[in-house]
């Protein structure tokens, strides 16, 4: 492609998504415009994300996906991905989620960080971003697709912001002195069946290596991770889809639980 073209492409995927979340319609896959070039999915993301800042919102942290082993060879990649949470995305412990703000949702648990100081200057790895991290809680991630039937490729989801929707976070914040995020283990709940069980190793082994991860890659993308800044690690087990009326439940051994609901409709 041309840099005419490109340019074209992104203004054109990201349109097309756009589209789709006002107005609650799921739109085609973006990869018959940007193909399967990671940079491009990402001005792609980047040029959603603008959308949404200019009509008011802000940028609180970062989300990490495709940390499961399963889900990379699935997608034929090696690698995570990430997006950008919003302060509009943003709910509290027990919060009733509205369902119209959502295409296609499906609930996971994760171990969420917020940092105390900024990740600026690498190399990074556990044991450098543990020292700041502020805390961990835990955290329900609504993952949700504006492509219809989940029928995404690794630039798909990247385009699409990582599939982020909406999260809920605990009310119980725990140092990491006391917390060995990849012991951890975590049961979810819907409507009170167990339908997902898993543990920390579920996200690259440790939620704190997936955390080095995105530390490198903010940095090396020229957008490093601030103070105050949440991030979601990457889901402990399967995802579940979820629908009007149901109630999640997460536990995660050491951080607690956290729950939600669903009310309205999705679209």
Not at 209 to 226: D, I, K, S
Not at 233 to 256: K, M, R
Request: proline residues 4%; contains cysteine.
């Amino acid at each position: 492609m041309t840099d005419t073209s490109l340019d074209q492409a992104v203004v054109e995927a990201s349109d097309r998504l756009a589209l789709a979340a006002s107005t609650g319609f799921a739109c085609t896959p973006v990869r018959d415009l940007i193909g399967a070039d990671v940079a491009v999915a990402y001005a792609v993301q980047q040029r959603g994300l603008a959308g949404r800042i200019a009509a008011g919102a802000s940028i609180v942290g970062r989300k990490i996906g495709l940390t499961s082993e399963a889900v990379q060879r699935q997608l034929g990649v090696d690698r995570p991905d990430f997006g950008v949470l919003l302060d509009d995305m943003a709910y509290r412990d027990a919060a009733a989620l509205p369902l119209e703000r959502l295409l296609q949702p499906r609930v996971e648990a994760e171990v969420a960080f917020v940092l105390a100081t900024g990740l600026t200057i690498g190399p990074f790895d556990a044991a450098t971003v543990a020292a700041a991290v502020d805390y961990a809680v835990a955290a329900l991630e609504i993952v949700d697709s504006r492509i219809e039937g989940w029928d995404i490729t690794f630039a798909d989801t990247v385009a699409d912001n990582a599939s982020a929707g909406l999260f809920v976070l605990g009310i119980k914040h725990v140092g990491l002195d006391g917390f060995v995020p990849r012991e951890a283990a975590m049961e979810l709940r819907l409507n009170d069946e167990v339908v997902s069980t898993g543990s920390g190793a579920a996200s690259l082994g440790d939620p704190l290596a997936a955390l080095a991860w995105l530390a490198t890659t903010a940095v090396e993308m020229g957008a490093p991770l601030r103070a105050g800044d949440v991030v979601l690690s990457g889901a402990l087990g399967p995802v579940v889809p979820v629908g009007a009326g149901d109630v999640v439940a997460a536990t995660i051994s050491g951080l607690g639980s956290v729950r939600a609901s669903f009310v309205g409709a999705a679209g």
